[in-house]
């Protein structure tokens, strides 16, 4: 499985952007998804997550009722949507994918659950 990531650009704070990411493979459709970022000296940190059918969502608290996760099975893509971003937000944004056949409704919100990562998109959100 190859995960691409694209979308990430210079916002300034209180403005949107969406984050996309694009997986080879046909599992893909029953693969947990996440999404994590790791800003400059931090640890990377999770962001979101989404089970393979779609139907469950977690966010972390820093970004719950701003960022939504979404899936597209159908074009192997997962989104995540940013709304009224922060200067904290800024990192670089990683997808991630978890292998296997899982419940329709579970989520991984640890890194070391995901079997597959993307290569990154850098996220800047000005002041």
């Known amino acids: 499985v190859q995960l691409q990531a694209s979308g990430g650009g210079l916002v300034q704070a209180g403005g949107s952007l969406r984050l996309s990411c694009a997986a080879s493979?046909?599992?893909?459709?029953?693969?947990?998804m996440g999404w994590f970022r790791q800003a400059p000296g931090k640890e990377r940190e999770f962001v979101a997550a989404?089970?393979?059918?779609?139907?469950?969502?977690d966010y972390s608290d820093s970004v719950k009722g701003r960022f939504t996760i979404s899936r597209d099975n159908a074009k192997n893509t997962v989104y995540l949507r940013m709304n009224s971003v922060k200067p904290e937000d800024t990192a670089v944004y990683y997808c991630?994918?978890?292998?296997?056949?899982?419940?329709?409704?579970?989520?991984?919100?640890?890194?070391?659950?995901?079997?597959?990562w993307g290569q990154g998109t850098l996220v800047t959100v000005s002041s």
């Open positions: 991630a994918a978890k292998m296997g056949m899982k419940a329709p409704s579970v989520v991984y919100t640890t890194s070391r659950d995901y079997d597959y």
């Open positions: 493979g046909r599992t893909f459709s029953t693969s947990p």
């Open positions: 989404i089970s393979w059918s779609g139907g469950r969502q």
